[in-house]
Every structure is written in structure tokens, then in C-alpha cells.
């Protein structure tokens, strides 16, 4: 599991949080890795991602063990430009819908594409809102949200709008933030790009 996209906010090593916090006992540390929330697909992708980090970071990291058994609940895409990408989007939003998935998130890389991608598909889609920071309320439906404010909140379809090399590099911050805006997702995930897939997905 990851405790945090910016590893100065987060703990890397719970043992030393005991052993400051808890001198005159001594508790019992579990690590739980099984994971019912997302399927074995999804969390496996998830787990290659995050992978990437040097070693020093993943050190502590605990790789999810997923129970749920779902296949096709991944698609990776290309397409040619950021057009394409919100037809597909739209697109995929009314099959899910009719299929009667209750929360849909678009997550894109930072808030300038989210207001981006916001603005075009509010033109085609009355329904969708806009998280832009973490005062935002949020009432499941269409979301439309940033990958750094993604931590913690869970739908059942995402869809990450553009996976490129360009948005995605070898970054541990980049790592961390494809990780976090995957394992938001608990039954599908869609994945599109333009120009090249990032390496992190390959």
C-alpha cells in the first residue's frame, strides 16, 4: 500500500513510529495485503506501476493482493488526438451508465487538463462535476478530478484521459500519481493516450 503521493508527508517505516511512540509496550504490527476492492486486473497493473520506484522508496511499500475475479475490467487505448479521447469518453460514460455503474471518474494528470477536459465534456454532458480541491463535495455520479486529489476516494469506473510519456514519466511523483488514479477504480478501468503509452504502463 502507499501512504502518500509525497513521501515527506507520509511514514515509510511504521516500525520506527512504534518504537518512538510506543516504548513501555509492545504492540503486535500486521501488514494487510489482501485487497477487496478492485479486481485482480486492475491491481496487478497497479502494482507494476508502482514497481518503477527505486528502490529505497519501495522499500516499505506493500503490494496489494487482490481477491476479486474480473476479467476485461482494463482497456488501454491510443488515439490521435484530445477529440478522440473525449468522443471515447462520452462514449464510455453512457455505456457505463446504462449498465448501471453509479460513480465514473475522469482523472487527468493536473487541474489545467481537468478544467480542459471539463469544459468540453460539460458541453456534452450536463451531469459531470468538477473536483478542484479537497473541500469539494462529492456526491458519486461523473467526476471529473485531478490525479493528486484522487487519494482516498474510490469509483466504480475510471478512466484516466491521457497516459502518455508526456504526462507520465519516470518520476517517482509521476509513479505514485498513475498508482494513486489506478487503484481508484473498482470494476473498470479505461486508459487512453495520444503520442506514446508511458513506459510505467508497458
Not at 487538463?113 to 480541491?133: G, H, P, R, V
Amino acid at each position: 500500500m502507499l501512504s502518500g503521493v509525497h513521501s515527506y508527508r507520509g511514514i515509510e517505516n511504521w516500525k520506527d513510529f512504534i518504537d518512538l511512540e510506543f516504548v513501555d509496550t509492545k504492540p503486535i504490527y500486521t501488514t494487510l495485503k489482501k485487497t477487496y476492492r478492485t479486481t485482480t486486473e486492475i491491481m496487478n497493473i497497479a502494482n507494476s506501476v508502482i514497481s518503477h520506484l527505486p528502490a529505497h522508496e519501495k522499500e516499505y511499500i506493500v503490494l496489494g493482493e487482490p481477491i476479486i475475479h474480473n476479467k476485461n475490467s482494463i482497456s488501454i487505448s491510443q488515439k490521435q488526438n484530445i477529440n478522440e479521447i473525449i468522443s471515447e469518453i462520452i462514449t464510455k460514460i453512457n455505456q457505463y451508465t446504462s449498465e448501471g455503474y453509479k460513480s465514473i471518474a475522469i482523472i487527468g494528470k493536473t487541474q489545467d487538463e481537468c478544467i480542459m477536459l471539463y469544459n468540453k465534456l460539460k458541453k456534452l454532458n450536463n451531469n459531470i462535476n468538477l473536483i478542484k480541491s479537497k473541500d469539494s463535495e462529492y456526491n458519486a455520479g461523473i467526476s471529473i478530478v485531478p490525479s493528486y486529489l484522487a487519494k482516498g476516494l474510490e469509483f466504480d469506473v475510471v478512466i484516466i484521459s491521457n497516459a502518455n510519456t508526456n504526462s507520465y514519466t519516470n518520476s517517482s511523483l509521476d509513479i505514485k500519481l498513475l498508482y494513486v488514479a489506478i487503484t481508484r477504480a473498482m470494476n473498470k478501468l479505461d486508459i487512453y493516450y495520444t503520442g506514446e503509452l508511458t513506459n510505467l504502463l508497458l
